[in-house]
């Protein structure tokens, strides 16, 4: 973390700690935001030529990653655009698409987008005319997506083996909550020079974000997504209704609570500048003091690097019960029993 906090402090990192840091960098796949850091702040030069060659080598990945979004969205556009199914880029791609400064550094694997549901259909059709085909094919599983889920089942381009998640909401259907998608769609901007594309707001974004590590329980890149999130408040921060508006919108799509969080462990864990006053207000989404300590117990074991030098004697159930806090959200208690159920005695036997 304190490398994420003060960059600067790594100059007089000893060989043995560079070499514990690359690794625990990598396994939280943040070696070329490192790399980003410490190049925004002129320190390269100070690192030691053995740590400067590994970060410099994630550096050229990511460049190359970087170029590699830019022409799938281009082929994900062209596959769409005679359907006129309009398109809002998610998570990466939008970062990526919107020159965000998170998105430098920042890998991932696949490409999120979001299209109305009643266009669902539309658009699965004319991706896989060019060449994406669905990746589960259990008859479960397609219904597990197309029923209950806020998106179609992955696809996979069957020649360059690219995944695309098509989303028409950011949570569950069964989720205990829901953000409306027609009010993220009719406040999303238009993505300057690319007609046809858009990305959410910039309070929707940070939210969303917040809503995917907080809520939909997705913490396999946990401190990654909270740098992302740490990135867009610092970068969003500086418009002057943005703070204001933050906790606004929170209330207006039921995303108190993993905003609550999102701030609390972005200033806690990164240091992240947050003005007292959106603090204050965002305490709105708090729970009461027993969950919070809970909460804080878990989430600050389960975003740190899943390495063995980042984890105590209790990381591993924190993990196992944000796992199962965030099935719990995800689905009413009797569907939730039947997923389960089938999935363990099913589905595994069919596999």
Not at 323 to 334: F, Q
């Amino acid at each position: 973390m304190q490398a994420f906090r003060q960059a600067d402090s790594l100059i007089s990192l000893s060989l043995a700690d560079w070499d514990l840091l690359l690794r625990q960098s990598r396994s939280a796949n943040l070696l070329a935001r490192l790399y980003v850091l410490l190049d925004e702040r002129g320190l390269l030069e100070k690192m030691p030529p053995q740590a400067r060659e590994h970060l410099e080598w994630s550096h050229a990945t990511a460049e190359r990653h970087t170029q590699a979004v830019h022409w799938e969205v281009g082929q994900i556009q062209k596959a769409l655009v005679k359907s006129g199914v309009p398109i809002i880029l998610l998570k990466g791609a939008a970062y990526v698409m919107a020159n965000l400064p998170s998105a430098r550094g920042r890998l991932f694997t696949d490409i999120d987008i979001m299209v109305p549901k009643e266009s669902l259909n539309a658009a699965e059709a004319a991706l896989m005319l060019h060449g994406w085909a669905a990746t589960h094919h259990d008859a479960y599983d397609q219904r597990y997506y197309r029923t209950w889920m806020h998106e179609l089942p992955p696809m996979r381009h069957v020649r360059r083996s690219t995944v695309i998640d098509v989303h028409h909401a950011i949570l569950p259907e069964t989720a205990s909550i829901h953000p409306d998608p027609e009010k993220l769609r009719a406040a999303a901007c238009a993505l300057e020079g690319h007609e046809g594309l858009k990305v959410l707001a910039p309070a929707d974004m940070v939210l969303h974000s917040a809503a995917h590590l907080f809520h939909d329980g997705e913490l396999e890149n946990g401190l990654r997504d909270l740098v992302d999130i740490d990135s867009l408040l610092r970068h969003f921060g500086s418009i002057p209704s943005f703070w204001s508006e933050l906790v606004e919108r929170a209330v207006d799509l039921e995303l108190t609570r993993p905003l609550f969080y999102a701030l609390r462990y972005a200033a806690n864990i990164l240091h992240t500048p947050i003005p007292s006053d959106a603090m204050e207000a965002a305490k709105i989404g708090c729970p009461s003091q027993p969950t919070r300590a809970l909460m804080d117990s878990l989430f600050t074991r389960a975003l740190m690097p899943v390495h063995p030098s980042c984890s105590d004697a209790f990381t591993s159930g924190a993990r196992w019960l944000l796992y199962v806090r965030a099935n719990w959200l995800r689905m009413p208690p009797l569907l939730l029993a039947r997923h389960l159920f089938h999935k363990a005695f099913i589905s595994s036997k069919t596999d």
